[in-house]
Structure formats: C-alpha cells, structure tokens
C-alpha cells in the first residue's frame, strides 16, 4: 500500500525548485496548524531539492525558513526541519542552529533527532553539546570530529610478545602463509605458528614486533589482533574491547583518536547488536569510537565455536604491501594469491605473464628477487597500460606487449627454452565468455612446452569443473585447491620434462 505522505514528497519534488519555493512554501507559511501538519513532507522535499539546486542567496533563504521551523510548535515540522537543515545550509550556520535547540530540547526523541542531525555536521559547537545528546549521537558527533581531524595505524610501534595473531584470508593459501612465516628472516624467533584453520593461520608471537613486520608477509588477506574469545554475549563482547590491555594496544598503534567499525563477520548487518555493544563499549571507555566510516579499525567478531573471537584488524587502504596498483583492470588477480603463484615458481631469472592484465603477477615474481627478465602480454591496451602503471610504481622493469599470447614470443625475440618461468590467471570464461577457451588454454600449454627451459615452471589458475588438461611434455608436481573469491580453483605448477627435446 502506498503511503501518502511519501507520495506527497515525490509529488512535491517534481515541482522542481522554482514552484516549490514561490508557491509551496507560501501556501504552507500562510495555513493553519492543520493544514501545515498535513503538508510536512513539503519540508523533506525542500532540503533535498534545495540540496541538488538554487543558488547561493535562494540556499540562504531556504535556510532561514528552515531555521525559523526549529520553533515551530509541531514537534514533527522541527524534526523535518533538522533533517533539512545539514542538507542545504553551510556548516557553521547549521551547527549554530542545531547546537542552540539541543541546549533547549526537552523530549528524549526529539533530542535523538537533533543529534541525529548534528552529527552530519559534527564540528566543534557540535562537540560542545554532546553530552546533553543520546549517547549513540554523541558518539557519532565525537567520531565525525576525530575522522575530521585525521589519524592513522602505527605500523612501526613494538608490540609485545604474547600477542595472538590471526592471518586471515582465501581458502586454500593457508599453506603458502605459514611457509612465507616460516621462512621470513624478519619474523624468525619471533612469530610461530600455532594453529590454523580453512583461511586462517594462527600465530603467537613470542617475541616482539611491530605490524609492518607482519606485513612483510604477501600471501594473506588480513592481519587480525586477537583480543579474547567470549561468550555470545553483548556485555562480554564490549567487556573485552573496553578493556585496558586492548585500549592499550589500539592507543599505542593510533595516531589520532581510535575509530573502529564493527562487524559480526559473515552473518550480515546485525545492527542491533553493532549498535548494543557500541553503546557499552562507550560508556566503559569513551575515548574509544564507533564509527561506521572510514575507521581506522575494525573489531571483527568471527565465529569460533559457539563463541565469539574477537579481532582487532588496522583497515589499511590501500593495502601497504600493494600500493603499487595504481590502476586495475575488471578480472585483475587477487594480490594476496598472486602473491602465492609467485611464490610458488620459486627462482629463476626471467618470467613472463602471458595474459598479464594489470601485471600484478609480474611485480609480485619480481618482488621476491632473482629476476632479470620480465615480460608480459596481453591483448586488452587498457590492460597494459594498467600494467604499465604498476610495474613502474613497483620500480620493475619490463618488456609489455600489446598483443596475442601466441605472438609474444616472436614479437619479443624469445627464443625456444629462453624462459624460466610463466605464472599467470588466464581468461576463465566467466566475466567475457570465450568460446574457443579451451583451445586458447591448450595453446597456452603448448607454448610453455617451446619457450620454457627444461626445468622451467608454468604456474597457471586452473578451474575446477572444467580442468583443462597440460601437455605430454610437461609434468604437473603441485595442484592446491583455492578459493578464487565465490568459486575454486587450482593453483598448478608445471615443470618442463628435461627430455622434451629428445
Ligand atoms: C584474468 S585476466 C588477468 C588478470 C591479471 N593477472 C591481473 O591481475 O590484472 C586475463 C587477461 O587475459 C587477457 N587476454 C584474453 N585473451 C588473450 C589473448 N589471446 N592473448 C593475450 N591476452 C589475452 C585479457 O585481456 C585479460 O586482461
């Protein structure tokens, strides 16, 4: 059923701003109490009209009308009236009015409105009033004021030993992090590996380190701080954010006011719950805040059991350990598993990338070391100059081609056996379907049985379902099955037989 107060605000927003201001708002001005009351959603329909047009001096009437509805004696025609007002009217002029009716507010729903209101505008004359507002809007008014001011996660602070650590990321790559961790000359005797899960590698560390350390590490997703593992349960959840070993942590590794969002990780929105302990962990300790935008920190709550893990993740954006991609390309690899093909074709001296895309295989290769040679191609310009890009922010060289696979070598002057090693994510056939895949990826393994040493190793995604077959002259030694983000995968290597030339 159609609710008529919502079709008088769409009727009243075609009007269009001329008609709405000369016509509208005069009539409404002129009638009664009823017929005011009757016409509230023509204060809606002003704030947005007026948001999107009208210029400087009409804003500024609108602003006044506005603020003159703050007094009106319908407590619905002020709550309109506070919604509009951040919506059209400049800051300082908005914050003053809300600020000077919070002060007067008597009714705890009007106050939740006002604050509702100002926390759009959340400045310093908001700041000054927030404590006389519901507690969840002066959190957000407090939030909107830190996010303003800025901050940012510490990655070179020390963090003791004793921290628990979760790496969490695609199913199936467990198996390279916990190899990265192991082999990391940077965490050794200071990070071991104590369990793991599908997606997870848990790690205590046992001695100190700061998180840049931790992200030295490529193959996981996220790095999530363990901070208890509770019952399912509000007051235990905040109970453990509140808490002086976590304020502890987040204070040390924030510069700024620590701002983090809350999710219960994988079983939706939630936003009672959110909300709940938010409000608790407030008033245990308010110097910490929820913030649903651009926080600086997540807590994520992971089901563990029938209990609750509760994680403190830094929301690094970008990615540190992937900033180099600068552009992207639609079907562009996941960093962290990119990561783990790279890793995968252990060492050699040249490497080329037949379907490179955004070349975020190649800078990874690159990365680990040993590499003179790199080269990559790809039939999509848009995709080499993407590819372009990174390698340049990535400070790698290369040789990058627009053109078919099957030409690059000539194209290139790569002679039979000139290659070490080929790692790439081919065309699935999923986002652009292909119809002679197949035959392009038998293609692929041809060509990678010509232009690789013998020894050398092609590194390529495989879907399951539909596995494409190798070639006679090449020996599968690794398949690991891995989530490809909603669908599996192999990550397969391939190694040239030595006697394929016989
Ligand atoms: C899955 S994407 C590769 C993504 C890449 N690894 C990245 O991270 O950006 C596959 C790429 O293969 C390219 N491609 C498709 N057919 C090709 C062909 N015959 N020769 C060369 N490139 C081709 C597409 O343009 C696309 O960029």
Same mark, same amino acid.
């Given at each position: 059923m159609k609710n008529p107060a919502t079709e008088m605000y769409r009727e009243l927003r075609e009007l269009g701003w001329e008609r709405l201001w000369g016509e509208e708002v005069a009539r409404f001005d002129a009638g009664g109490a009823e017929y005011r009351a009757g016409r509230v959603a023509l204060v809606r329909a002003v704030g947005v009209v007026f948001s999107e047009s009208g210029c400087a001096s009409q804003r500024e009437a609108v602003v006044e009308w506005l603020r003159g509805l703050l007094? $009106?004696?319908n407590e619905r025609i002020r709550r309109y009236a506070m919604a509009a007002l951040p919506k059209v009217g400049e800051r300082a002029v908005v914050e003053r009015a809300l600020a000077g009716v919070a002060r007067g507010v008597a009714g705890e729903r009007e106050r939740r409105h006002v604050g509702k209101a100002l926390a759009k505008v959340a400045g310093r004359r908001a700041l000054e009033v927030a $404590?006389?507002?519901p507690a969840a809007m002066a959190q957000k008014i407090k939030a909107g004021a830190a996010r303003e001011a800025g901050g940012r996660v510490l990655l070179d602070v020390d963090i003791p030993a004793g921290v628990r650590i979760h790496l969490r *990321?695609?199913? =199936?790559?467990e198996g390279f992090v916990r190899s990265e961790v192991e082999g990391s000359r940077l965490l050794r005797g200071r990070m071991r590996v104590v369990g793991g899960g599908s997606g997870l590698v848990a790690l205590e560390a046992v001695g100190g380190f700061t998180l840049g350390d931790v992200f030295s590490?490529?193959?996981? *997703?996220s790095l999530n701080l363990v901070l208890g593992e509770v019952a399912r349960d509000s007051e235990a959840v905040a109970g453990v954010i509140a808490s002086g070993r976590a304020w502890g942590m987040v204070h040390a590794l924030t510069e700024g006011v620590p701002r983090y969002r809350l999710e219960f990780v994988g079983? =939706?929105?939630?936003r009672g719950a959110v909300a709940e302990i938010a409000e608790r962990v407030h008033a245990l300790r308010p110097e910490m805040l929820n913030d649903a935008?651009? +926080?600086?920190?997540a807590l994520d709550l992971h089901s563990a059991g029938g209990r609750l893990s509760v994680e403190l993740r830094p929301r690094l954006v970008p990615d540190p350990r992937f900033s180099y991609r600068l552009a992207d390309v639609p +079907?562009? %690899?996941?960093p962290p598993l990119a990561a783990a093909m790279a890793l995968l074709a252990?060492? =050699?001296e040249s490497v080329w $990338?037949?379907?490179?895309? %955004?070349g975020v295989e190649l800078v990874e290769r690159a990365r680990l =070391?040993?590499?003179r040679r790199v080269y990559g191609s790809d039939l999509s310009g848009e995709a080499l100059r993407a590819a372009e890009a990174n390698l340049k922010a990535a400070g790698v060289k290369g040789v990058l081609r627009c053109c078919d696979f099957r030409e690059f070598p000539r194209i290139a002057g790569i002679r039979a056996g000139g290659v070490d090693q080929i790692i790439t994510n081919p065309p699935?056939?999923?986002r652009v379907p292909i119809p002679d895949l197949k035959e392009m990826i038998g293609d692929l393994f041809a060509l990678a049985a010509e232009v690789l040493r013998p020894g050398g190793v092609l590194v390529l995604a495989n879907p399951v379902g539909s596995e494409w077959r190798g070639d006679a002259r090449l020996r599968r030694d690794v398949s690991q099955r891995v989530d490809f983000g909603g669908f599996d995968c192999r990550i397969e290597r391939y190694r040239v037989r030595p006697s394929r030339r016989a």
């Open positions: 007094e $009106d004696p $404590d006389v507002l *990321g695609r199913r =199936g790559l590490l490529r193959c996981f *997703g079983e =939706g929105h939630r935008r651009l +926080a600086l920190w +079907a562009a %690899s996941h252990g060492r =050699g $990338d037949p379907f490179c895309g %955004s =070391g040993g590499v699935l056939g999923r």
